[in-house]
């Protein structure tokens, strides 16, 4: 699986979008783009995901660039429940390959 | 209600005891993953179970652990023999078929200190 890059912390204020950014210049073709976050201690939630076409749900939108090489979680109006670390993880969508979580990056939302 | 429970919540248990995780699917689930993350480190993959047999794992379970689904339905990480380093947070994960275009499922773990 290609590896990611992330900054390891951003604050947000509270009502503002959160774009968190992820490096993966050496994602192949078939490997899509995967984010999850871990709120305090608790187990990763799923948030996103995608392969090259934006996505957007009920949580939050994913950006993808053209090179697929970069993409930037959005979460359009940040709450304060949403200070967690979030993971940006590349893996192949078939098969049951592991989540490889690297260390993600420590979202503050402040009030 | 959680796709996947796991029990109990927080384990004390002394060195060199065995204890046993459980992790309980709310549907047939197959494909069956165990993580570990120590205090303040990375979420670590540990095993990947499917119909009832390891499929993969990592470095990290060695002959210490084991796997099993004793009954069809729960789904256990037993440690023989523990040791003060495997105090962590353990998650079960509940997987998708291969080919599904869906997430896994994390369990709110198990804390297990070893004192």
């Known amino acids: 699986d290609a590896k990611t890059t992330q900054p390891p912390s951003m604050d947000c204020a509270e009502g503002r979008a959160a774009n968190l950014p992820c490096n993966h210049s050496t994602i192949s073709g078939n490997e899509y783009v995967y984010w999850y976050r871990q709120i305090h201690s608790q187990g990763p939630q799923y948030i996103i995901h995608?392969?090259?076409n934006n996505e957007t749900n009920e949580m939050a939108s994913l950006i993808i660039t053209e090179d697929r090489k970069s993409s930037t979680l959005i979460l359009p109006h940040a709450t304060l429940r949403d200070t967690a670390v979030y993971y940006c993880i590349v893996k192949w969508n078939s098969g049951n390959t592991p989540l490889v979580f690297g260390k993600g990056t420590r979202l503050s939302v402040i009030a | 209600e959680p796709e996947v429970t796991q029990t109990p919540s927080h384990q004390v248990t002394q060195m060199g005891q065995e204890v046993i995780l459980r992790c309980v699917p709310i549907s047939n689930h197959l494909y069956f993953y165990w993580y570990r993350q120590i205090l303040g480190q990375k979420v670590e993959f540990l095993v990947s179970?499917?119909?009832?047999?390891?499929?993969?794992k990592s470095e990290i379970f060695d002959d210490q652990f084991s796997v099993e689904r004793p009954d069809g339905s729960n789904f256990t990480l037993k440690i023989r023999s523990t040791k003060l380093e495997d105090s962590a947070m353990y998650f079960c994960a509940r997987y998708p078929p291969p080919g599904a275009n869906t997430e896994a499922f994390f369990g709110q773990g198990t804390r297990l200190t070893v004192v």
């Open positions: 179970f499917y119909n009832n047999e390891i499929s993969e």
């Open positions: 995608g392969l090259k």
